[in-house]
């Protein structure tokens, strides 16, 4: 059964969006309060902060189905792996650290090997061209 414009989404896809999104956003949080609880606030600590809070909201935006939210989950992915590097450098680990890392890198091949970015696009083409339609008779 081929999706149409409007729901341009399978319904395979549309699961792997919001579950792949709602743990990517129980991952960083995850990060982020252990980060919070457990690490000395340093210069080299504090700018890791931003990065999970940056996570959170890329993971929330997949699990929404917005047609920004691969970028910017490539984006949180670039941030994660010099988040990783920076633990690695100062002889520290966190494991929770390395699975968000590695979550990222999954799942961004996950939604590229299931034609995601180009599925939302068109779906976010169809809700513009209604949108415009219906702009002048309401």
């Known amino acids: 059964m081929p999706p149409n414009a409007y729901n341009a989404l399978t319904h395979r896809q549309k699961n792997l969006c919001e579950y792949g999104g709602l743990f990517g956003v129980l991952l960083s949080l995850t990060c982020l309060?252990?980060?919070?609880a457990v690490v000395i606030p340093g210069k080299v600590t504090n700018p890791m902060i931003?990065?999970?809070?940056?996570?959170?909201?890329?993971?929330?935006?997949?699990?929404?189905?917005?047609?920004?939210?691969v970028i910017l989950l490539i984006i949180s992915g670039a941030y994660s792996a010099f988040t990783?590097?920076?633990?690695?450098?100062?002889?520290?680990?966190?494991?929770?650290?390395?699975?968000?890392?590695?979550?990222?890198?999954?799942?961004?091949?996950?939604?590229?090997?299931?034609?995601?970015?180009?599925?939302?696009?068109?779906?976010?083409?169809?809700?513009?061209?209604?949108?415009?339609?219906w702009r002048g008779k309401i």
Do not use: C
């Not at 680990?93 to 034609?115: A, D, G, K, R």
């Open 33 to 36: 309060i252990q980060h919070i």
């Open 84 to 133: 990783e590097y920076q633990w690695m450098n100062h002889y520290s680990f966190s494991l929770v650290v390395l699975l968000l890392f590695m979550y990222h890198v999954i799942i961004i091949v996950i939604v590229y090997t299931e034609q995601i970015p180009e599925r939302l696009k068109q779906k976010r083409m169809a809700e513009k061209a209604e949108e415009d339609e």
């Open 50 to 69: 931003p990065g999970f809070l940056f996570a959170i909201i890329s993971f929330a935006l997949l699990g929404f189905q917005k047609s920004y939210a």
